[in-house]
């Protein structure tokens, strides 16, 4: 497909190829839709794409992500999202995130970056040399993951007042996939709440650490699908509800921190036939990108804390107006959005 045709029927804005031949840059800006504020989206660095048009398909998708994300948050920012394709072989990382940040710097604000898969902190410190629209700096708001939590945390009280009728997480079983960053600070949460919580992970460091400080049990990932549980929280990576998962479950509903959970539209739908409530990742995983929004605001942890709280609402919204439709939280969330922009 034509660049020209995927801009038009995905209702992009731009996309922007931004090269430095000193460094080896090549990086894609996806802009999706700025009418709510400056697009605000993170940058991923992989040298894995195979081709150019992989890479700008992927800036683009995630782009578009980022656009429904701040909406339903009520952020007043845009969708955007970049791509770099890492050099093969040896090059001067520090050197090209520097170039990285004169590329950004040139599109005078329209897009503000931050990490994402394949960059750290440190390679924002590189960039912030040459740009002030970068966000997530060290002593700025830092590690989003805590916040992240917080709202998927929130966003699971939203769900138990909704199939509960109360939103006391407290003797609810619910299960973690994934206890890195945000699974870690989620299990913290759900500890806090007195949840009872399950936990799997390919790293058995992390599952130790889990169950040593939070009284997690562990189970082994094929366990965990299986288990009669009250909430599902899929936090390690993206298409995780699929073929293979999907018919395993037995939960009354999948509330998780990671990106993409549902592989297409049609495990969605599934989902749905089997009476799996599920709550829209982009709703619920909304507090990180809270946290960063908050920086160029003025970073005040409090007030990224109160903000991320508010998912509660917004997931409590969405729920409702579900059942009242008859449609899929999913489908309720993206339309949501669709109108905000509309207006
Ligand atoms: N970090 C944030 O603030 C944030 C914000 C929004 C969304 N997300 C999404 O949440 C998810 C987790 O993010 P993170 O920052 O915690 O990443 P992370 O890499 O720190 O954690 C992912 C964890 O999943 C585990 N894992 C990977 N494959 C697994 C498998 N097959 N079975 C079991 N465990 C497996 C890894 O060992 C790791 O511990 C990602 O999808 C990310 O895009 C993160």
Known sequence: MSYFTQLLEGGYEAVHLLSDSRTGLKAIVGMHNTRLGPGLGGTRALSTYTSEEEAVADALRLAR????KAALAGLPHGGGKAVIMLPRGNFDRAKLFESFGRAVESLCGRYITTEDSGTSPDDMEHVRKHTKYVLGLKERSGDPSPVTAFGVARA???????IFGTADLKGLRVTVLGVGHVGMYLVKELHER???VWVSDINAASVEHAVKTYGATAVDSDTLHRMEADIF???ALG?????ATLPLLKVKAV?????NQLLTMRHGEQLASRGILYVPDYAA??????NVAQEWAGYDRE???????????TIDTLLRRAKESGQRPEQVADRMVEEKLAA
């Open 65 to 68: 992500g980022m656009t429904y």
């Open 156 to 162: 699971m009280e939203a769900t138990a007042k909704n």
């Open 194 to 196: 007195g949840a009872k």
């Open 233 to 235: 929280a899929p936090c």
């Open 239 to 243: 298409g995780g509800l699929n073929d």
């Open 255 to 259: 509330c998780g921190a990671a990106n």
């Open 285 to 290: 995983n909304a507090g990180g990108l809270i």
């Open 303 to 313: 007030k990224a804390y109160a903000r991320a709280s508010n998912i509660f609402d």
